[in-house]
């Protein structure tokens, strides 16, 4: 299986630099400048850095870089009372419109927890099942617009560390249940994220990942998990640092299919805390060395 | 369901504590003595504590004292090195001695994640499949002793986020397919603790816990996670204070068939930094107002 896997030792045209990593260090188009100087040739940007550039802006920076956008962070935040359900929607709907200006390939769904946390001033649950309804009918809601929109989107389940506050989508068995029951065919383009952070644990990740298969991987995010962790958000680790075996995890998502990039997803007070060169210096690094 | 639910309100004779829950208060004697004062009729000690007041002279403070004890914390650990796998299995066949000794009804096991955590010195791994490998195999070994000496024993799955350093046994369905494949008659005793904060955020939990049944459901442990957390291991909640359907989940196991103790055990700086007195008076007006 191994043997299938793309040699990143010294390839790396397919590494993709989520700009959470050097969120700190400077604005989008720093962040654009960067990637050229490191050459990376692709880049997945926030909305927040987009909106503080301008949309119209950013999406030309974008392209005279030359650098692809296989994803966009992110849609979601999906739980929500009744009186913030409106509210959710909009903003979906503008999420994937941003994400058909940019040409990115898809568009990153973090679902929302509990809807006191998901869309703050929602009244206070402790249902979480009843999170995961909601989940399953807004996706299905919001689908044929992205499909229009010619955007896919991408369901990443996050660690169960994050299932009140941030999605209470936590397996990609659970994302890939959804995927089936959503958009049963595929036509719809409905698919998933997988992050090495939030599913390395699982004891049926290589199972689903094959489940998955080409049709259903949007994405692959790569960083690692420290021990001990001091912060569930913000002390991730470099790819290597810490005890995740990503190149099997890759291993697997390849031989499922996936030939798309490889993410590079940091949220790290440490690396924050770095130049922006130090740190996209130690990401390519990283990239050969331990994925 | 819920109105099969065991009534908590005004009934404490469910009610087991576990004695991490007020550690840094005093030692096993203080907590034996406090036990009686608040009209808790069972305690789970920890193994410190128990060491450090003598096993015989523990055991029989707690029986003078009339408490029942439905659970001894805890063996596990297995996931070592060749090195030092010997005394791993040599520490597990003495807990199930104490837990003999104590006439504890069953030996949880937090079974362990990497070697190099499970059992420090051990040479350092990343390989979670292997050490779930491990554990199976452990366990099928440690079995026919423990029930030479009339212990049960309760796999406890904990909580993803505790994967690298504590257990690599993560969810209840992983759980069981262990006491299936190990203990397929269900003959050897062999079982599972089922605690709130670890399994709460589980989709499949319901599930899990009718498969589990009354046969397999040795324990079931209450505290409550809380938004934020500031710490995976020792900023637990108090019933009630954060986002868990204890109630609901209480139903679940209820349903399966369980009738044993509820077993308050809550790690957190913040109660330990309470008296004694005030940290099991808030316990015991939880479990009537939040289990």
Redo the contacts between chains.
């Keep these: 299986m191994e043997a299938a896997v793309r040699d990143f030792t010294t390839d790396q045209s397919c590494m993709a630099l989520n700009t959470v990593t050097v969120r700190k260090q400077g604005d989008l188009q720093a962040i654009i400048d960067a990637c050229l100087r490191h050459k990376i040739p692709a880049i997945v940007p926030w909305r927040e850095q987009v909106a503080e550039l301008g949309l119209r802006t950013a999406s030309r920076a974008i392209e005279r870089a030359g650098l692809v956008v296989p994803g966009y962070c992110r849609g979601g935040m999906m739980v929500a009372d009744e009186s913030r359900l409106g509210e959710a929607r909009d903003d979906n709907r503008r999420a994937v419109d941003e994400a058909a200006e940019l040409g990115a390939k898809c568009l990153v769904l973090v679902v929302g927890g509990?809807p006191q946390?998901s869309r703050p001033g929602s009244a206070p649950s402790?249902?979480?099942g009843a999170a995961?309804a909601l989940v399953a009918d807004e996706i299905a809601r919001l689908l044929p617009y992205a499909v229009k929109c010619g955007v896919r989107l991408a369901l990443e389940p996050l660690?169960?560390?994050h299932?009140?506050?941030r999605a209470?989508v936590?397996?990609l068995g659970?994302a890939l249940d959804l995927c089936d029951a959503i958009d049963q065919t595929g036509q719809g383009g409905l698919g998933v994220a997988v992050d090495v952070y939030h599913t390395?644990?699982?004891?049926d990740l290589a199972n689903q990942i094959a489940r998955a298969g080409a049709a259903r991987l949007h994405a692959f995010h790569v960083c690692d998990?420290l021990?001990?962790?001091r912060h569930?958000l913000t002390d991730r680790g470099m790819m290597g640092d810490g005890?995740?075996?990503i190149p099997r995890i890759r291993g697997w998502v390849e031989s499922a299919g996936y030939q798309g990039f490889c993410e590079v997803e940091i949220l790290s007070d440490v690396w924050w805390a770095r130049s922006m060169d130090d740190t996209l210096h130690a990401c390519v690094r990283a990239m050969r060395e331990a994925v």
């Design positions: 509990l946390f402790k249902d979480i995961r660690h169960p560390v299932a009140a506050n209470c936590n397996t659970q390395w644990w699982d004891p998990w021990v001990p962790t569930p005890v995740i075996d």
